[in-house]
């Protein structure tokens, strides 16, 4: 199952605009009940400005209905089994649900799955923090 998410990471890569890194990455959410949200990033010439993979399709996501993410898939031309950076796991986390998978993955296909938890285990969350 987890390779059609992968396919949809592809396909939104193919879309990156990334002009001054020349770095593409695509990202895919595939919430509880099945939604599939891609997104790729989107580079600026301020390099502050660019939106992250992740955070473009955690827009989708929320434009969508939104919704409980259960697995996400990145993928980026020149990097295997991509992580997702901090800022973007700090934002994947507050839609993650506890038993999220995460997906590693080659230009080929997903190589390995981890669970979201194991890269991200002590996030900043609001309620934690009261």
């Known amino acids: ?5 992968f396919e949809a990471a592809k396909s939104a890569m193919a879309k ?3 002009p001054y890194s020349r770095f593409p990455v695509g ?9 599939v949200h891609s997104g790729c990033n989107i580079e600026n010439a301020s390099y502050p400005e660019g939106w992250c993979a992740e955070t473009t399709a ?3 996501l929320i434009m969508g209905g939104g ?3 259960a697995e996400v898939a990145v993928v980026a031309e020149k990097m295997e089994r ?3 950076c901090g800022g973007c796991r700090q ?5 993650v649900t506890e038993d999220a998978v995460l997906h590693l993955c080659t230009t080929e296909g997903v ?7 194991s890269i991200f285990p002590r996030g900043f969350d609001l309620e934690q923090n009261r």
């Open 111 to 117: 190589v390995e799955s981890v669970p979201f938890s």
């Open 67 to 69: 919704g409980k993410v």
């Open 82 to 84: 991509i992580m997702p």
């Open 1 to 5: 199952m987890a390779e059609d998410l």
């Open 58 to 60: 955690l827009g989708h």
């Open 27 to 35: 990202a895919a959410l595939r919430t509880e009940d099945g939604q």
């Open 91 to 95: 934002r994947l986390s507050e839609f």
């Open 16 to 18: 990156a605009y990334a």
